[in-house]
Nanobody, 112 residues
């Protein structure tokens, strides 16, 4: 299966934590996490290279941590100090040049 598969979303109270996972077949390179809130465009949350260099959206710096396990071709997003504005569907992106592959997404809802 080429399409990546996300898991780990759910409902959490403000200030809480969640860990998202993204698994893909070995034929694609998983690249990063994106999110889309209702009525808004999809935006980059965090990305990571194959050697571990990372880049974060300003809105999540210091709260979210992206990591990867190359042996399992799996990527993670540890989210802490969650805010209501983090509520969105979170998507994982993978590539196999020149194609991009997106997962179905996992819903994260931050609410009291």
């Amino acid at each position: 299966q080429v399409q990546p598969v996300e898991s780990g979303g759910g409902l959490v109270q403000p200030g809480g934590s969640l860990r998202l996972s993204c698994a893909a077949s070995g034929s694609v390179l998983i690249k990063g996490w994106y999110r889309q809130a209702p009525g808004k465009q999809r935006e980059l949350v965090a990305e990571i290279t194959s050697i571990g260099s990372t880049n974060y959206a300003d809105s999540v710096k210091g709260r979210f941590t992206i990591s990867r396990d190359n042996a399992k071709n799996t990527m993670y997003l540890q989210m802490a100090s969650l805010k209501p504005e983090d509520t969105a569907v979170y998507y994982c992106k993978a590539t196999r040049w020149p194609q991009e592959y997106w997962g179905q997404g996992t819903q994260v809802t931050v609410s009291s």
